[in-house]
């Protein structure tokens, strides 16, 4: 019996003397004695007589030595691993070099132990075969546009596939994407052809806006200069229009002053020496030039076309105090040959 307890012992120091690489992360298992304590957030899992047993929870725990075996120590911490470079194909057949990182946790210590004989093995290339499944699905430029999308794939499916390892996929992030020299070279000149074309519609657009500006300006100019002539032009016309009024009213109150001194008293001898003076001072301005002109045949005879211009300003005087009715008013015209002056009008000039 002794022997065979010493053989069991020996068996399992055998065992504890290495690290154990079954789990995600590798962890020595530690060595039954009895009273054992288990840290926080992690998970011991115990076989009996090589069967599983229980699973240790953070804390005091108790075991029977050399029967109860601590096979497992699984972390429910939340871990990163690292995924390797790996070549994908896009949907445009573009060959791609990409590498990732993958955050996961144990949700079931059993299954993580029992499920999978090395879970960080299987897990790695579950992510790249996931990863050059989903970038075969989309071409290149949705690579870079879509990467958050890619990434919420990638995890789903890895969940899906991890579930009965009990490991749960938290998050996966594409690190690194490396293209080839040629795509690298392309894709910089389309950047920079995308980047004058912007640049040339940015040109263009300022100048469309400079040129609707300055045709605005034109415009405005026009519209302003045509407004100040239409008003320069009404203000000239309502002075003119001023101007005719005003000498219309100073010939009417002119004319009005002239009938009242006619009318006055001595006002038509006034106005018979006024005609003769200027008779005569028409005739000198002609003598003094030298124009031909046709002058009528008794232009020789002052006194009778002095006496002719009275004749009408008393005809005119005559219809002027006539009836308003014109059947009743009659108008003598003066013959072609000169009227003798009046006694009164000839007594009026010798007394001149």
């Given at each position: 019996?002794?022997?065979?307890?010493?053989?069991?012992?020996?068996?399992?120091?055998s065992r504890n003397a290495f690290k154990f690489?079954?789990?995600?992360?590798?962890?020595?298992?530690?060595?039954?004695?009895?009273?054992?304590?288990?840290?926080?957030?992690?998970?011991?899992v115990v076989e009996r007589l090589g069967k599983f047993y229980q699973v240790l929870k953070p804390g005091l725990n108790f075991c029977i030595p050399l029967v109860d075996r601590i096979a497992y120590v699984q972390s429910l911490k939340e871990i990163a691993i690292d995924i390797p470079?790996?070549?994908?194909?896009?949907?445009?057949?573009?060959?791609?070099?990409?590498?990732?990182?993958?955050?996961?946790?144990?949700?079931?210590p059993y299954k993580a132990s029992y499920g999978v004989e090395d879970a960080e093995f299987a897990i790695t290339q579950l992510a790249q075969t996931t990863m050059r499944s989903e970038i075969?699905?989309?071409?290149?430029?949705?690579?870079?546009?879509?990467?958050?999308?890619?990434?919420?794939?990638?995890?789903?499916?890895?969940?899906?596939?991890?579930?009965?390892?009990?490991?749960?996929?938290?998050?996966?992030?594409?690190?690194?994407?490396?293209?080839?020299?040629k795509i690298k070279d392309a894709m910089q000149m389309q950047v920079e052809a995308d980047?004058?074309?912007?640049?040339?519609?940015?040109?263009?657009?300022?100048?469309?806006?400079?040129?609707?500006?300055?045709?605005?300006?034109?415009k405005r100019s026009q519209v302003l200069s045509s407004e100040g002539r239409r008003t320069e032009t009404v203000n000239h016309a309502a002075g003119e229009a001023e101007a005719i009024l005003r000498l219309a009213e100073?010939?009417?109150?002119?004319?009005?002053?002239?009938?009242?001194?006619?009318?006055?008293?001595?006002?038509?001898?006034?106005?018979?020496?006024?005609?003769?003076?200027?008779?005569i001072d028409a005739f000198a301005k002609l003598a003094k030039s030298s124009?031909?002109?046709?002058?009528?045949?008794?232009?020789?005879?002052?006194?009778?076309?002095?006496?002719?211009?009275?004749?009408?300003?008393?005809?005119?005087?005559?219809?002027?105090?006539?009836?308003?009715?014109?059947?009743l008013t009659t108008m003598s015209l003066p013959s072609s040959e000169p009227t003798p002056p009046t006694s009164t009008g000839t007594t009026n000039l010798e007394r001149k």
């Open positions: 019996m002794a022997g065979v307890f010493s053989s069991v012992f020996a068996r399992n120091a690489t079954a789990a995600v992360r590798t962890y020595k298992t530690p060595i039954n004695t009895g009273i054992l304590f288990v840290p926080e957030r992690q998970a011991w470079d790996q070549a994908a194909i896009t949907a445009d057949n573009v060959v791609l070099q990409l590498n990732g990182v993958l955050f996961l946790r144990v949700v079931d075969g699905k989309i071409d290149l430029d949705n690579v870079f546009k879509e990467r958050e999308t890619l990434n919420h794939s990638i995890v789903q499916s890895i969940c899906k596939a991890a579930e009965p390892w009990g490991i749960e996929c938290m998050r996966y992030e594409i690190r690194d994407i490396h293209l080839p020299s980047r004058k074309k912007r640049a040339a519609i940015l040109e263009s657009e300022g100048q469309r806006d400079a040129e609707i500006n300055r045709a605005e300006g034109i100073s010939r009417a109150m002119a004319v009005r002053k002239l009938a009242d001194a006619i009318t006055s008293n001595r006002g038509e001898d006034a106005v018979q020496m006024a005609i003769a003076e200027r008779y124009n031909t002109m046709l002058l009528p045949s008794q232009a020789g005879d002052i006194s009778s076309m002095v006496a002719q211009a009275l004749a009408i300003f008393q005809s005119m005087k005559r219809d002027a105090a006539a009836p308003s009715d014109p059947k």
